[in-house]
T-cell receptor, first 114, second 112 residues
Framework: EPEVTQTPSHQVTQMGQEVILRCVPI?????FYWYRQILGQKVEFLVS????????KSEIFDDQFSVERPDGSNFTLKIRSTKLEDSAMYFC????????????FGAGTRLSVL | GEDVEQSLFLSVREGDSSVINCTYT??????LYWYKQEPGAGLQLLTY?????DMKQDQRLTVLLNKKDKHLSLRIADTQTGDSAIYFC????????????FGTGTRLKVLA
């Protein structure tokens, strides 16, 4: 069964460093999302992406964040200068066109900022 | 506004039924979902319901939707130890970017 894959599963970085979290969505999906979950808290929407541009972003998604679909398969989330409070689990999701809006999630990347 | 609330914990004995509740505030939501998260793992879709339905059954899972009260519940029949996990409800609309708004999550503990 096709699945969303995310790499790495765990990323440790120093405060102020740039990180890139990678996702390979399901191949025929056209809508892509990033969410994050700070430990013990709810899953929060960060950004949605369609047709090579951001379609919506949350207040969390400030100038330090960017997303890109550099080729036909990868979808990346970049954090330019990480802060301690960026430590969280980051989930990528994708969905096909159609009325059900079922999003398929990857296993997540745990980002630890030291 | 957009807010989805769930109780934080639920403990049941193996073989009993579990009922996990969720309330939402956005009346324009028309899709509602239940996801399961096991320790260290991602979000696994369990089931979903459209707002024009009030009940959906899928094997051991029953979803009830009370649109008037904006209340959603997930019933797991014959709960097993493998059902121990965090359960998230989520809502989305039928327009815009279809982003999900997640609840706080309910940690279900099944006692043997």
């Amino acid at each position: 069964e096709p699945e969303v894959t995310q790499t790495p599963s765990h990323q440790v970085t120093q405060m102020g460093q740039e990180v890139i979290l990678r996702c390979v969505p399901i191949s025929n999906h056209l809508y892509f999302y990033w969410y994050r979950q700070i430990l013990g808290q709810k899953v929060e929407f960060l950004v949605s992406f369609y047709n090579n541009e951001i379609s919506e972003k949350s207040e969390i998604f400030d100038d330090q964040f960017s997303v890109e679909r550099p080729d036909g398969s990868n979808f990346t989330l970049k954090i330019r200068s990480t802060k301690l409070e960026d430590s969280a689990m980051y989930f990528c999701a994708s969905r096909p066109t159609g009325p059900k809006n079922i999003q398929y999630f990857g296993a997540g990347t745990r980002l630890s900022v030291l | 506004g957009e807010d989805v609330e769930q109780s934080l914990f639920l403990s049941v004995r193996e073989g009993d039924s579990s009922v996990i509740n969720c309330t939402y505030t956005d009346s324009s939501s028309t899709y509602l979902y239940w996801y399961k998260q096991e320790p260290g793992a991602g979000l696994q879709l369990l089931t979903y319901i459209f707002s024009n339905m009030d009940m959906k059954q899928d094997q051991r899972l029953t979803v009830l939707l009370n649109k008037k009260d904006k209340h959603l519940s997930l019933r797991i029949a014959d709960t097993q130890t493998g059902d121990s996990a965090i359960y998230f409800c989520a809502e989305s609309r039928t327009s815009g970017t279809y982003k999900y708004i997640f609840g706080t999550g309910t940690r279900l503990k099944v006692l043997a």
